[in-house]
T-cell receptor
């Protein structure tokens, strides 16, 4: 069966510090991968998605970036965090032949 | 362009009462529709999905949803609410050939004892 992992589970970082969040999927090949953010009390905002290694589509032109160095690994990064980057970050995957997405447990990021 | 509207950001029901969470969608092509549930500090979990087969879809935890094309609706129901149903629920839409899923703003369900 398929499993999706995210780490860390929680993170507190000062403004201006770098960020690296990692997501890995097990039990499937060539998944579509997604990064979402939930700000407090708000819905899901799609940040990036990837349909293959090295292929990244950006939905928001902020100070975040994403990379997919391996088939089942998706990384969200920032060089300098802003207060507004605080939120709950969710990674998700789906197969190319279906449309439902499956979510990881999330990372709670607090920028202080 | 696709969109999803969830009517009511908060819904409160008594334990044992009917749960009805409303979702309307907009799509220029036949949609795929989903309901997800999110418990505090957790990821989203797929409750059920509509993929152009039966219009009445049954999901986990006793939930079901009915696709009504004429009303562009996909409302989520459960005959009898349980305290453990208290969570946030998201309706979502995707379409053939698309990579993205559009999520509604969410409805928080409160269940009173």
């Amino acid at each position: 069966s398929q499993t999706i992992h995210q780490w860390p589970a929680t993170l507190v970082q000062p403004v201006g510090s770098p960020l690296s969040l990692e997501c890995t999927v097990e039990g499937t090949s060539n998944p579509n991968l997604y990064w979402y953010r939930q700000a407090a009390g708000r819905g899901l905002q799609l940040l990036f998605y990837s349909v293959g290694i090295g292929q990244i589509s950006s939905e928001v032109p902020q100070n975040l970036s994403a990379s997919r160095p391996q088939d089942r690994q998706f990384i969200l990064s920032s060089k300098k965090l802003l207060l507004s980057d605080s939120g709950f970050y969710l990674c998700a995957w789906r197969t190319g032949g279906s449309y439902e997405q499956y979510f990881g447990p999330g990372t709670r990021l607090t920028v202080t | 362009a696709q969109s999803v509207t969830q009517l009511g950001s908060h819904v409160s029901v008594s334990e044992g009462a009917l749960v009805l969470l409303r979702c309307n969608y907009s799509s220029s092509v036949p949609p795929y529709l989903f309901w997800y549930v999110q418990y505090p500090n957790q990821g989203l979990q797929l409750l059920l999905k509509y993929t152009s087969a039966a219009t009445l879809v049954k999901g986990i935890n006793g939930f079901e949803a009915e696709f009504k094309k004429s009303e562009t609706s996909f409302h989520l129901t459960k005959p009898s609410a349980h305290m453990s149903d208290a969570a946030e629920y998201f309706c979502a839409v995707s379409n053939t050939g698309g990579f993205k899923t559009i999520f509604g703003a969410g409805t928080r369900l409160f269940v009173k004892a």
